[in-house]
């Protein structure tokens, strides 16, 4: 199990679209060329698994000729073993996919030779993990997709390209001479379309220099992108890699990029992303391209890229202090942590707020103060005046507002009580406030109070001033109160607060829940039925209690039975369902009179299960006119996906040795050595866990 799971989490960890083998339909075994200028290097790409599959059997035949004469046979590549890939798989993991691709029955052999085991519970527990078909290559789209990742990973290994027999290197040619290259399949009986190329060594091929990169900044990531159209026939991917001081340059692509073209957007270019560790500091970038067969381009042009750092300059108000000459005093205070430079500071005022802010002018007029200022003297005061305080940075990129901080001309006489308070509240717990205006003509606002208790202090329900005698407020409705009181108070434009108002008393709709009833024990009995006991709850207006049920963790909760009236509701339940297996789940929802409802669920129960007999009757025969051991078996119903056959000899340990599909009740054992003792285990698959069958032991 641990060895499929490793294939799946390799394929995953291989996320990278493939291009290399990207090519026209018309051949079955691509191929391309490059002249080194010693020697001439093959690549191909046979165009399917099926056709990979049977051409690896005997391997690949490379032919040669020059132009005008007879094929002349190079060579015949043969993939390389089981041990070859093994060893392979110690320094490039992505050898995995291939071994497994090629070598199917091998790994799910030494899978199970690993992990069978002579029990019948650690059997099936073992049965789900050697059928599992995540991976299984008898799946032609699993196939086709795990073959398109091993080509890929041969695309930039040439140890995987050559173990896979996907390349080869022809170092007998000879300079200023034509030659036609070939791959056909070695097996002279599978007919294959392949590609001839043409390599002219009368000069080395040369690899299309790298194009020009651009960068562009999108906060703190930079977005690189190079123009494709003169490399896609050289570079299968692209190696992209950083510096920060633009001398030591580090790898930022664990994989390779490669570049997908797609319809929609008709462009050439390839558009790849990376994070910049820190901001205020610049980096360097370069790309070169790699060639399929090993080769790597020279480097791009270097291109930088950077963000600024955030300004965390913070700035408090700390007074503001008014004199008989209505001269205001301003005091602040900077934390700079960074040290960022600060260009000046500016100070701003306005006679009024609102929701929306306010109506803020400069008080320098545009300019701003030194960034070594702390106080300024404001002659030019308001009634009302709302001061901050702004400090800008270096080309007032950004910009740091202070807390606001009022001053006032002294009014001490407060507006009175508003009168004429009024409330409603809906079943939703809606509130409604009106009273009637007050007659003092400089008051600003109002201010709402609550108490759930008249004889306690009354706290602020409005976060906001209220501009008009109007209030809605929303109520907890599922609060232990069932009242509530209102007052409200008057501010005048001075900030100067009235008296409260009289208490106005609302009683909230009834919307509390009843106390949730209490699950105390669930017990299985050895005829299957559940005990299910609870505490009730302990409210005193409920009328009605459901039990629900529910199987295993998916799926509805069903009501297993429902009581109705104050009297009639018990503590206990048994559920007349035989469990056999499942895990069952219980909630309890009780109503109250105002169908107010709670629900508690319990603990789960496992239930215990009893293994079914799928298969009977399993006997071995030893078949000597076949030469073989008969083994037979009878089915009792159940639904079988397909049979499993262990063998156990005499001083061995059980391993299968075959599977048949399940409506076949016979397996002959070929693989018998004369003289031997054995004793075969049939395993059936189902969809819930089985009894396995035995046979006696049997001679050959």
């Excluded at 075994?29 to 051409?55: H, N, T």
């Excluded at 009328?543 to 009236?565: D, I, M, S």
């Excluded at 409802?597 to 496992?606: D, G, Q, Y």
Aim: net charge neutral; aromatic share 12%; proline share 4%.
């Amino acid at each position: 199990m641990k060895y499929l799971k490793y294939i799946v989490l390799t394929l995953l960890s291989f996320v990278m679209p493939v291009s290399a083998m990207a090519a026209e339909d018309e051949y079955d075994i691509e191929l391309d060329a490059y002249y080194s200028g010693r020697y001439v290097l093959l690549k191909w790409y046979p165009q399917s698994y099926e056709i990979y599959r049977k051409c690896s059997e005997k391997g690949f035949t490379v032919e040669r000729r020059v132009l005008g004469e007879q094929w002349q046979t190079m060579g015949t590549i043969i993939p390389g073993s089981y041990a070859d890939f093994t060893e392979l798989e110690r320094k490039e993991k992505k050898a995995l996919m291939v071994k497994y691709l090629l070598f199917p029955e091998q790994t799910e052999q030494n899978l199970t030779l690993e992990d069978a085991t002579d029990t019948e519970e650690e059997t099936n527990k073992d049965n789900v993990d050697v059928n599992d078909n995540s991976t299984d290559v008898n799946d032609p789209d699993n196939a086709n997709y795990l073959y398109q990742m091993c080509l890929m990973a041969s695309e930039f290994s040439i140890d995987m390209a050559r173990v896979m027999a996907l390349n080869f290197s022809d170092e007998f040619v000879n300079t200023q001479q034509t030659y036609e290259y070939r791959v056909r399949p070695a097996d002279d009986h599978l007919k294959m379309k392949c590609k001839v190329v043409r390599v002219q060594t009368n000069r080395k091929q040369a690899l299309a220099p790298m194009a020009k990169i651009k960068a562009e900044n999108k906060d703190h990531r930079v977005q690189l992108s190079w123009d494709m159209a003169s490399l896609m026939r050289d570079y299968s991917g692209f190696q992209l890699e950083r510096s920060s001081d633009g001398i030591n340059y580090k790898v930022v692509n664990e994989e390779p990029i490669v570049y997908m073209y797609n319809p929609e957007y008709k462009t050439d270019y390839l558009v790849c992303a990376d994070s910049l560790p820190d901001c205020g500091k610049k980096y360097y970038y370069r790309v070169r391209g790699l060639n399929r067969f090993g080769f790597k381009s020279e480097y791009s042009n270097v291109v930088t890229a950077s963000y600024d750092c955030p300004f965390n300059v913070n700035v408090k108000l700390n007074s503001v202090k008014l004199n008989k000459q209505n001269v205001a005093t301003l005091i602040w205070e900077v934390t700079n942590p960074d040290n960022q430079e600060i260009a000046g500071f500016d100070i701003q005022r306005t006679s009024e707020i609102n929701v929306e802010g306010g109506n803020y002018v400069s008080v320098l007029k545009g300019k701003l103060l030194p960034a070594n200022t702390r106080t300024y003297k404001d002659k030019n005061t308001d009634r009302d005046n709302y001061y901050r305080v702004i400090a800008y940075s270096k080309g007032k990129k950004d910009m740091s507002v202070s807390n606001l901080y009022y001053i006032h001309s002294i009014d001490s006489v407060p507006p009175s009580a508003p009168t004429g308070l009024k409330a409603v509240i809906d079943s939703a717990g809606v509130v409604e406030l009106t009273w009637k205006p007050n007659p003092e003509p400089d008051v600003m606002a109002y201010r709402v109070f609550f108490s759930n208790d008249s004889t306690l202090e009354f706290l602020g329900a409005s976060d906001t001033f209220l501009t008009k005698p109007y209030y809605t407020d929303t109520l907890n409705l599922g609060s232990l109160t069932n009242e509530i009181y209102y007052k409200v108070l008057a501010i005048d434009s001075n900030y100067n607060q009235g008296p409260l108002s009289k208490a106005i008393r609302l009683v909230k709709p009834d919307t509390i829940p009843p106390a949730p009833a209490r699950f105390l024990d669930l017990e299985q009995d050895s005829a299957g039925y559940v005990h299910v006991a609870w505490q009730k709850s302990v409210s005193t207006d409920v009328v009605k209690q459901v039990l629900l049920r529910r199987l295993n963790e998916t799926g509805e909760f069903e009501v297993a039975e429902t009581w109705t009236g104050k009297e009639n509701i018990p503590d206990t339940y048994t559920d007349t369902i035989i469990a056999n297996g499942e895990r069952f789940y219980y909630k309890l929802v009780v109503y109250d009179e105002s169908n107010n409802k709670t629900e508690r669920e319990s603990f789960p129960l496992k239930s215990k299960y009893k293994k079914r007999d799928c298969v009977k009757n399993a006997t071995a025969t030893v078949n000597y006119k076949k030469g073989c051991i008969e083994v037979r078996w009878e089915k009792c119903g159940c639904k079988i996906k397909k049979v499993n056959i262990f063998r156990k000899g005499s001083d061995a340990p059980s391993k299968l040795v075959g599977s048949t599909y399940g409506v076949e009740m016979v397996f002959y054992d070929t693989t018998v050595k004369k003289g031997e003792q054995y004793q075969y285990i049939i395993q059936p698959v189902t969809e819930k866990m089985s009894k396995v069958a035995k046979t006696e032991e049997v001679t050959f």
